[in-house]
């Protein structure tokens, strides 16, 4: 009779069985089923028509995945078939995984060229422009490649009054990426005209740190105009594909951003001979304005406006005294009757105040006592004022006087005629 075990002892021999027996196994299938966990560990399930079986990438394994596991594709994984004690479930422990049929770098390049797509970082109308004359540049590329020497020597042919300023980074490996991204951030923070991210050329494992997200996301947020001088001609990278302009080579950047100093002089010397043949042309029309102006300011001087307005008096003037003899002699005409007449009023005006005089200095004689030559007559007055008989009242002081004598009586009595 054969002894009997426990589920954990019996669970524990077949785990034993298993993981000596699978070390190491290259399994195809489709992916499902696939969680990211916080961790850093990857679960997902591996199937075909036939078959699936759970699947676990562990967070150290998992970071050197160059792609991102998506539903339904095809993957073959190198790893080993592990046990679960607790739920006694069998799985396969990844190790790396490959795309069945393509690279890892190729769909991974895919993957994040569609996703920034989506999010918009290639738009044309995004791109910022290049300035004309740029005076400061930063070019973020290895100090000790040949790339940089490329750049620095066609910096120095065709714009030597440049400023360079070289941010030296790892253009390869593991962390080329953040120190290229961590770079432009720097650049992007001070007053650079144009950034220049740049290396020769590779295989696309060489190439690849320039197709990681945080150096595409690090140009896409720059405010300074950027380029991405990546390779060689045939090379395309994330970068050339979000920075503003894109390089075939780094030698092939600096021409496309720097003018030609040889033509940048020629265009002055064209620019002086435009001038001057405009400033001459301006010169001689303004010297004929000038001529017209002078010529117009003779004929409307103050010495030509003066004699014009002599004239215009003179001619008014003598216009003016024909004028008045004409109307002195109308006048004359008009008053040598008003004279005569007047001379005939006044000596008529004369001998009639003349005649009223002599009447008035008759009356005035005839009516003064003094001069009354009739006896039996006298003037009364009273109080110093002449006064009438029918004024008089019995006691009355008056006084009589004629052009002799003057005597002071008293009225004794009225007698009415």
């Given at each position: 009779?054969?002894?009997?075990?426990?589920?954990?002892?019996?669970?524990?021999?077949?785990?034993n069985?298993l993981?000596?027996?699978?070390?190491?196994?290259?399994?195809?299938?489709?992916?499902?089923?696939?969680t990211?966990?916080?961790?850093?560990?990857?679960?997902?399930?591996?199937?075909?028509?036939?078959?699936?079986?759970?699947a676990?990438?562990?967070?150290?394994?998992?970071?050197?995945?160059?792609?991102?596991?998506?539903?339904?594709?095809?993957?073959?994984?190198?790893?080993?078939?592990?046990?679960?004690?607790?739920?006694?479930?069998?799985?396969?422990?990844?190790f790396?995984?490959?795309?069945?049929?393509?690279?890892?770098l190729?769909?991974?390049?895919?993957?994040?060229?569609?996703?920034?797509?989506d999010?918009?970082?290639f738009?044309?109308?995004?791109?910022k422009?290049?300035?004309?004359?740029?005076?400061?540049?930063?070019?973020?590329?290895?100090?000790?490649?040949?790339a940089?020497?490329?750049m620095?020597?066609?910096?120095?042919?065709?714009?030597?009054?440049?400023?360079v300023?070289?941010?030296?980074?790892?253009v390869?490996?593991?962390?080329?990426?953040?120190?290229?991204?961590?770079?432009?951030?720097?650049?992007?923070?001070?007053?650079?005209?144009?950034?220049?991210?740049?290396?020769?050329?590779?295989s696309?494992?060489?190439?690849?740190?320039?197709?990681?997200?945080?150096?595409?996301?690090?140009?896409?947020d720059?405010?300074?105009?950027?380029?991405?001088?990546v390779?060689?001609?045939?090379?395309?990278?994330?970068?050339?594909?979000?920075?503003?302009?894109?390089?075939?080579?780094?030698?092939?950047?600096?021409?496309?951003?720097?003018?030609?100093?040889?033509?940048?002089?020629?265009?002055?010397?064209?620019?002086?001979?435009?001038?001057?043949?405009?400033?001459?042309?301006?010169l001689?029309?303004?010297?004929e304005?000038?001529?017209?102006?002078?010529?117009?300011?003779?004929?409307?001087?103050?010495e030509?406006?003066?004699?014009?307005?002599?004239?215009?008096?003179?001619?008014?003037?003598?216009?003016l005294?024909?004028?008045?003899?004409?109307?002195l002699?109308?006048?004359?005409?008009?008053?040598?009757?008003?004279?005569?007449?007047?001379?005939?009023?006044?000596?008529?005006?004369?001998?009639?105040?003349?005649?009223?005089?002599?009447?008035?200095q008759?009356?005035?004689?005839?009516?003064?006592?003094?001069?009354?030559?009739?006896?039996?007559?006298?003037?009364?007055?009273?109080?110093?004022?002449?006064?009438?008989?029918?004024?008089?009242?019995?006691?009355?002081?008056?006084?009589?006087?004629?052009?002799?004598?003057?005597?002071?009586?008293?009225?004794?009595?009225?007698?009415?005629?």
């Open positions: 009779m054969i002894t009997p075990i426990s589920v954990g002892e019996l669970t524990e021999q077949i785990k069985l993981e000596t027996t699978f070390v190491q196994v290259n399994v195809e299938g489709e992916l499902s089923r696939i990211y966990h916080n961790s850093g560990h990857i679960y997902f399930t591996l199937k075909d028509f036939d078959a699936s079986i759970s676990i990438m562990f967070r150290g394994n998992a970071t050197s995945l160059k792609f991102r596991l998506e539903e339904g594709l095809k993957v073959i994984i190198n790893g080993a078939i592990t046990l679960y004690k607790p739920s006694g479930k069998y799985q396969i422990r990844a790396s995984i490959q795309p069945a049929g393509h690279g890892a190729a769909l991974a390049y895919e993957q994040l060229k569609r996703d920034l797509q999010r918009g970082y738009k044309q109308e995004d791109k422009a290049m300035p004309k004359y740029p005076q400061r540049v930063a070019l973020i590329t290895s100090a000790t490649g040949a940089l020497q490329d620095l020597r066609v910096a120095s042919q065709r714009w030597a009054m440049l400023h300023s070289i941010y030296d980074v790892l390869q490996g593991d962390l080329a990426a953040s120190q290229i991204a961590k770079a432009i951030r720097e650049a992007d923070r001070k007053d650079y005209d144009i950034i220049v991210i740049a290396r020769g050329g590779g696309i494992e060489d190439l690849w740190a320039f197709n990681e997200l945080e150096v595409a996301e690090a140009l896409f720059a405010k300074t105009p950027t380029v991405s001088a390779g060689h001609e045939i090379d395309y990278c994330i970068s050339d594909m979000v920075a503003d302009l894109r390089a075939a080579t780094p030698s092939a950047a600096m021409e496309m951003i720097l003018p030609d100093m040889a033509e940048f002089l020629q265009g002055i010397d064209v620019m002086r001979n435009r001038l001057t043949t405009q400033v001459n042309h301006t001689n029309r303004k010297k304005e000038l001529n017209y102006l002078l010529e117009s300011f003779k004929r409307n001087s103050i030509q406006k003066m004699t014009i307005h002599k004239e215009q008096i003179k001619k008014l003037k003598d216009e005294g024909r004028a008045i003899s004409l109307k002699n109308f006048f004359r005409r008009e008053i040598e009757p008003l004279h005569v007449s007047l001379n005939q009023n006044i000596s008529q005006n004369l001998n009639h105040y003349k005649n009223r005089l002599t009447q008035l008759n009356t005035y004689e005839s009516a003064n006592p003094k001069l009354r030559s009739k006896r039996g007559y006298a003037q009364i007055s009273m109080n110093n004022a002449v006064i009438a008989l029918e004024q008089l009242h019995v006691k009355d002081k008056i006084s009589l006087m004629d052009d002799k004598t003057s005597v002071l009586a008293e009225v004794l009595k009225i007698n009415e005629l």
